[in-house]
Structures are given as C-alpha cells and as structure tokens.
T-cell receptor
Framework: DADVTQTPRNRITKTGKRIMLECSQT?????MYWYRQDPGLGLRLIYY???????NKGEISDGYSVSRQAQAKFSLSLESAIPNQTALYFC???????????????FGPGTRLTVL | AQSVAQPEDQVNVAEGNPLTVKCTYS??????LFWYVQYPNRGLQFLLK??????LVKGSYGFEAEFNKSQTSFHLKKPSALVSDSALYFC?????????????FGRGTSLIVHP
C-alpha cells in the first residue's frame, strides 16, 4: 500500500463544498484509476487515465472530475459535493500488461468521505 | 450486461475446512480474470490472475483459483481456511471499452472463517 498513497484518509464536508482527493504513486505505472466503494455495490470506476494526456470516463463520472498532473499524480475532484457521494474512494495503478492489455492493479489505502 | 458476478454475499466456513468463493464471468474473447482481497480498513490487494495457460492458478497466502471455460467460472479456493482469511474478496475481469481494456469488479463476497 505504501507505493500508492492517498490524501486525506478521512474527510467530512458539507453539501455544496468543493473537495479534492489526491493520489500519488511510486510504482512507475502509467495507468491510474479512481473508484468508489459502496456496501453491496462493490467497486465502481469513476475515471481512469492511461497516461498524462489521457483521461477517460468510467461507469459513474457524473459529479466528478479528475486531473492527471504528472505520471505519478492523479487527483479526483467533487465540484459541489452531495450526500450520495458519501463513500470510500480508492485510487489504483497498473502497468499496461501483456500486449498493452490490462494487468493487476495496486490500490491505495482509501479515503473515507462523508458529505453532510 | 454484467461482466462478472459473485453469487454469494457471504460465505461462512470453519477454520481448517476448505473454502470456495464463487465467481462467474461474461465477456467476449479471452477472459483475463483476477482475484483481490480487502482486509478491514485497507485497500484491495492482488491475490492471483488467470490470463492463459494452466487452468489452476496459484496465488498469495495459499489461495488458488480454477478457470473453467465451459462454465465461465473462476472460483477461488483454499484447502484449509484460517481465521485470518476473513475478509472481503473481489473477482474482476477485464472488458473492452472502446479501444482499451478496463477492469470490472464483482460486488464482493464477505468470507467469515469461524474458529
């Protein structure tokens, strides 16, 4: 987990506030991902990036935006937080794998976000 | 269409007994399949993967998984469960999205190993 770090680890905010979650990695991987985890729903992909100039929407991107500041940094923003964005958020990284396909991911420790 | 399914929300097993956590998939082409484990208050950790080759894949902490193409399954197994194996387990499969491959995760199965 130390190879992928997330800040903050816990955050309580109010409806309508802007919040940014940050992710840094020392794995040297090109690919980075943001997920949210909700009980009973598993992990759902919010955004992913295959390199610094590549940003792609995942399953549930509405209400979120991302920035890939460098190969090692990928941040997730909630422009105007709402209560149903209360969840556990994970950042993950991976390399390209065999023939540029998908390979296993390495996850950060998570950020627990509560929107009141 | 759902790409991966974990039919059991929870699996209970006694310590020392064999355990199985089930996963079925639905993707076109060759499936790349993965298992991850999540301990309380931690991120997910990679356990093992199947890409090609032997249908029985061995991974971390004594876990293994069997790829069954005819049944489109990739069940996670361990011959003798430990209390410390109690955790949340996720199956994942790669799926095509445009010109790329991205992962899709199952909803997770909570494994409880009783002393």
């Amino acid at each position: 987990d130390a190879d992928v770090t997330q800040t903050p680890r816990n955050r309580i905010t109010k409806t309508g506030k802007r919040i940014m979650l940050e992710c840094s990695q020392t794995k040297g991987h090109d690919r980075m991902y943001w997920y949210r985890q909700d009980p009973g729903l598993g992990l759902r992909l919010i955004y992913y990036s295959f390199d610094v100039k590549d940003i792609n929407k995942g399953e549930i991107s509405d209400g979120y935006s991302v920035s890939r500041q460098a190969q090692a940094k990928f941040s997730l923003s909630l422009e105007s937080a709402i209560p149903n964005q209360t969840a556990l958020y994970f950042c993950a990284t991976s390399d390209a794998g065999h023939l540029g396909s998908y390979n296993e991911q390495f996850f950060g420790p998570g950020t627990r976000l509560t929107v009141l | 269409a759902q790409s991966v399914a974990q039919p059991e929300d929870q699996v209970n097993v006694a310590e020392g007994n064999p355990l199985t956590v089930k996963c079925t998939y639905s993707v076109s082409g060759n499936p790349y399949l993965f298992w991850y484990v999540q301990y309380p208050n931690r991120g997910l950790q990679f356990l093992l993967k199947y890409i090609t080759g032997d249908n029985l894949v061995k991974g971390s902490y004594g876990f293994e998984a069997e790829f069954n193409k005819s049944q489109t399954s990739f069940h996670l197994k361990k011959p003798s469960a430990l209390v410390s194996d109690s955790a949340l387990y996720f199956c994942a499969v790669r799926r095509r999205s445009g010109g790329s491959y991205i992962p899709t995760f199952g909803r997770g199965t909570s494994l409880i190993v009783h002393p």
